[in-house]
Nanobody
Framework: QVQLVESGGGSVQAGGSLKLSCAASGYIFNNCGMGWYRQTPGKERELVSSISSDSTATYTDSVKGRFTISQDNAKNTVYLQMNVLMTEDTAVYYC?????????????WGRGTQVTVSS
């Protein structure tokens, strides 16, 4: 069974940095793409950044130039380096991975990690 485990969340002052990690474990035949979403109370979950199997990255406008997504395919791990954090970045961040477990690509979710940015 495929599982995603996130780490790296926490509390930081505005202007600071955090790096999130998400490691996928289990039987993984192929990585079809990974990404990070975030959600705040009362709002829909939004896509922050994604990275394809060939390392093509996308970012939502509000994080462009501040966040960098990367991956280690050998470790089935995706990272999100977050710099110049702002209070509006406060949210629960969820890792999402489109993984082929032998039956085709399916979407898996991590349990989320809290990021709190204070002024």
């Amino acid at each position: 069974q495929v599982q995603l485990v996130e780490s790296g969340g926490g509390s930081v002052q505005a202007g600071g940095s955090l790096k999130l990690s998400c490691a996928a474990s289990g039987y993984i035949f192929n990585n079809c793409g990974m990404g990070w979403y975030r959600q705040t109370p009362g709002k829909e979950r939004e896509l922050v950044s994604s990275i394809s199997s060939d390392s093509t990255a996308t970012y939502t406008d509000s994080v462009k130039g501040r966040f960098t997504i990367s991956q280690d395919n050998a470790k089935n791990t995706v990272y999100l380096q977050m710099n110049v954090l702002m209070t509006e970045d406060t949210a629960v961040y969820y890792c999402a991975a489109d993984l082929d477990d032998g039956l085709g690509c399916r979407l898996y979710w991590g349990r989320g990690t809290q990021v709190t940015v204070s002024s």
